[in-house]
């Protein structure tokens, strides 16, 4: 991000009166989607969004499976859309979510702007390059509103060579779902925890560094990282590898809840909308696609074991806690995963 945005948002970086600054993630989202600003229709002269949330949420009611479900729908612009994820993630508790060790750079007092600046530039990327939550298996937001991010969802629907409106019903469909399934602590809970854990040792080589600046006399905020060199060694992305298992397995979740809530739709096409495999993207989430696909079989094969054997749990109660969500090794040995929660296996 450009010097300049971080001087307009200074003020805004000293301000912490809650675990998490909203302001500064807000403005940080809405700088990523500076250039997206458009109003768009519930229904156009081909689709009308409204009518197919309407099926959907007619056949959960008759399902009666999901408790906490969206209640209307909104057509966004990707700007709106991070605004609105923000907005769906502020029920989490996010005190004990220390992405940075604040003591390590001198910068303990603004802990809550430094996450912040981090859940402001995910709802950005997520915003302006991801069709909704379930792209990713997140089961983060808890939201009475479905919001569609329209630009990046059309583009999704035009990568397949299939009915328009079913594939639109398929993504609403999967989007429900994921939305529905907010209600859970866990999975949120559950990837952090992993995360924490890789940054161990990136924290404790941050203690051992003396940043090149007074944190008490600084105008510019991205100075923080320009001031650390030592920093550009570290490799970001793999610490972040132990958070696409538990993703995939997220992702398996919501398409097999998605399969069993609207029996009008065809199966296949809810794998196919969901394979992060069959379209090629070399744009900014191509990475993250390739990293969480590897897991999909695993996470597939897990809950196909969890139906063909004599548990006693449901994949609500698995997500409800974060004792009970299965680690890498355990997706790949799921005989393994029931031996630790006391299940009979098949």
Known sequence: MSDDIFSQLFNLFNSDD???????????????????????????????YQEIFRVIQLSDEHKGELSDTPKEVAVLDSKDYGNWFLNSIKHFD??????????ALGMAANQSSLIGMQLGNIAGFLSKNTWG?????????????LAINKNNFDLRIEQFEIDSKEATMALMLLEFV????????????YVVSQMKKSNEELLKQIKDIEPNFDSSNFSNPEEIMQNIPQLNNFD?????????????FYRSIIKYLAKNTLDILDPSVIDLVMDLGLVSNQGPT??????????????DSFIKFLNESSNQLSLYEIIADINLIPTVDELNDPISWAARTSLPPI
């Not at 996010?94 to 003591?103: A, K, R, T, V």
């Open 178 to 189: 994921s939305l529905s399934l907010g209600e859970y602590s866990a999975p949120f809970k």
């Open 18 to 48: 809650e675990n998490v600054n909203w302001k500064l993630a807000e403005q940080i989202s809405n700088h990523i989607n500076k250039e997206s600003q458009t109003d768009y229709l519930l229904s156009n002269q081909d689709l009308n």
């Open 286 to 299: 191509s990475d993250f696609e390739i990293k969480i696909s590897k897991y999909d079989d695993a996470s």
């Open 94 to 103: 996010f005190s004990d979510l220390q992405m940075i060790d604040g003591n």
């Open 133 to 145: 939550l379930s792209h990713f298996g997140i089961i983060l937001p808890k939201n009475d509103k």
């Open 236 to 248: 970001m992305e793999s610490m972040l590898d132990v958070i696409f298992a538990p993703l995939s």
